[in-house]
């Protein structure tokens, strides 16, 4: 068993997370049922050893990494400057956005906002759909079951992302339409669409000191392989959150 110590933060920072990552093999023989859920992890004291709460943490975790990725790749793509850990400082504004700042030459949001491209959506689009449909598909070659999901329907429309209002679908029907979808999507979706990555989410969120963005054990968590995900999902992992703000 290897134990990673994430970084503490002695400022006015708001959490602090330790993973420890699983044996190799050690998932083997064990499956079960899960919430194909994310989750909210950053405001306790607690220890994690069950694999819901195991899961959970990584698609939190999954979702903020592909958005970190979405950035990284339109980063480098454009020359851009890198920011703090590996992440570029700004976001992708929506077309409304960016002509809002732009009328109101508000000259910070203007160098804030980035115009998402058709590059851009074909990346995150593929590795987003690899990633999430080879999990769900190995997952389920292992004999897991799923349960409870959380995306948008198929006019891409929240159906709820908190832990009280997840949509329980009667099959994995929904779930697979929004990846063939994302997969398939025509090239001026992103118009519509300016973050892409957010057509896979699945609720939750990782108090942002902790999370993949400023974190490397997390976002070595997030881009694990298949395996190694499952051996963190049954097998002899842990991971135990904390908050020094209170």
Same mark, same amino acid.
């Given at each position: 068993?290897?134990?990673?110590?994430v970084?503490?933060?002695?400022?006015n920072?708001?959490?602090?997370?330790?993973?420890?990552?699983?044996?190799?093999?050690?998932?083997?023989?064990?499956?079960?049922?899960?919430?194909? $859920?994310?989750?909210?992890?950053?405001?306790?004291?607690?220890?994690?050893?069950?694999s819901?709460? %195991?899961?959970?943490?990584?698609?939190?975790?999954?979702?903020?990494?592909?958005?970190?990725?979405?950035?990284?790749?339109?980063?480098?793509?454009?020359?851009?400057?890198?920011?703090?850990?590996?992440?570029?400082?700004?976001?992708?504004?929506?077309?409304?956005? +960016?002509?809002?700042?732009?009328?109101?030459?508000? $000259?910070?949001?203007? $160098? =804030? /906002? %980035?115009?998402?491209? %058709?590059e851009?959506?074909?990346?995150?689009?593929?590795?987003?759909?690899?990633? #999430?449909?080879?999990? *769900?598909?190995?997952?389920?070659?292992?004999? &897991?079951?799923?349960?409870y999901?959380? /995306?948008?329907?198929?006019? =891409? %429309?929240? +159906?709820g992302?908190?832990?009280?209002?997840?949509?329980?679908?009667?099959?994995?029907?929904?779930?697979?339409?929004?990846?063939? =979808?994302?997969k398939?999507?025509?090239?001026?979706?992103?118009?519509?669409?300016?973050?892409?990555?957010?057509?896979?989410? *699945?609720?939750?969120?990782?108090?942002?000191?902790?999370?993949?963005?400023?974190?490397?054990? &997390?976002?070595?968590?997030?881009?694990?392989?298949?395996?190694? #995900?499952f051996?963190?999902i049954?097998?002899?992992?842990?991971?135990?959150?904390?908050?020094?703000?209170?």
């Open positions: 068993m290897k134990s990673i110590r970084s503490t933060f002695e400022t920072s708001s959490s602090e997370h330790s993973l420890t990552f699983a044996s190799k093999g050690s998932g083997e023989g064990r499956y079960g049922k899960l919430n194909w $859920k994310g989750d909210e992890y950053g405001w306790e004291f607690e220890k994690y050893f069950d819901q709460s %195991k899961f959970s943490y990584y698609l939190t975790a999954l979702k903020d990494w592909l958005w970190l990725m979405q950035k990284r790749e339109y980063g480098i793509r454009h020359n851009l400057e890198e920011g703090y850990e590996g992440c570029y400082s700004f976001s992708f504004g929506s077309l409304k956005e +960016i002509a809002e700042a732009k009328e109101k030459n508000d $000259k910070y949001w203007i $160098k =804030h /906002y %980035k115009e998402i491209d %058709k851009n959506i074909e990346y995150i689009r593929n590795l987003a759909y690899n990633k #999430v449909k080879g999990l *769900f598909d190995f997952l389920k070659e292992k004999g &897991c079951t799923f349960d999901f959380n /995306y948008m329907d198929e006019e =891409h %429309k929240f +159906i992302n908190d832990r009280d209002t997840f949509w329980k679908a009667e099959s994995e029907h929904y779930f697979l339409d929004s990846l063939e =979808h994302l398939d999507a025509p090239e001026n979706e992103w118009k519509a669409h300016p973050d892409i990555s957010d057509w896979i989410d *699945f609720g939750g969120y990782i108090d942002h000191q902790s999370g993949p963005a400023e974190n490397s054990d &997390c976002r070595t968590l997030a881009s694990q392989g298949y395996e190694d #995900v051996d963190w049954f097998g002899n992992s842990s991971f135990e959150t904390g908050n020094d703000n209170c």
